[in-house]
């Protein structure tokens, strides 16, 4: 069984990048052809996808973040980082590393993602 978890700092400065991790344990994430997410939930809102990336590399991004989103992979410790610059209030929520069988670019429920990080609450706040 594949387990996902979230790790980075709690609060973040407005201006300032947002950076998460998502360690995988259970399944690779090179081995697989499954896509690893990252989604984010902002307080009294729904679950917003931003972006995705691919066992070899390729990424995929919310087009209304893609300017200041980058998702990357660090194969060797099979994991997975978000980057959010320039990051506002209106960034803060709690953020979720979920993995799925194809490209999801909305979210109508959790069960189109087979596995899911427990989620880190982000605060930008200076």
Do not use: H
């Not at 209106?90 to 194809?102: F, G, K």
């Amino acid at each position: 069984q594949v387990q996902l978890q979230e790790s980075g700092p709690g609060l973040v400065k407005p201006s300032q990048i947002l950076s998460l991790t998502c360690t995988v344990s259970g399944g690779s994430i090179t081995t697989s052809s499954y896509y690893w997410n990252w989604i984010r939930q902002p307080p009294g809102k729904g679950l917003e996808w931003m972006g995705a990336i691919t066992r070899s590399g390729s990424a995929y991004y919310r087009p209304s973040l893609k300017s200041r989103t980058s998702i990357s992979r660090d194969t060797s410790k099979n994991q997975f980082t978000l980057q959010l610059t320039s990051v506002t209030p209106e960034d803060t929520a709690v953020y979720y590393c979920a993995r799925s069988q194809s490209l999801i670019v909305k979210v109508t429920t959790r069960t189109d993602f087979d596995s899911w990080g427990q989620g880190t609450q982000v605060t930008v706040s200076s």
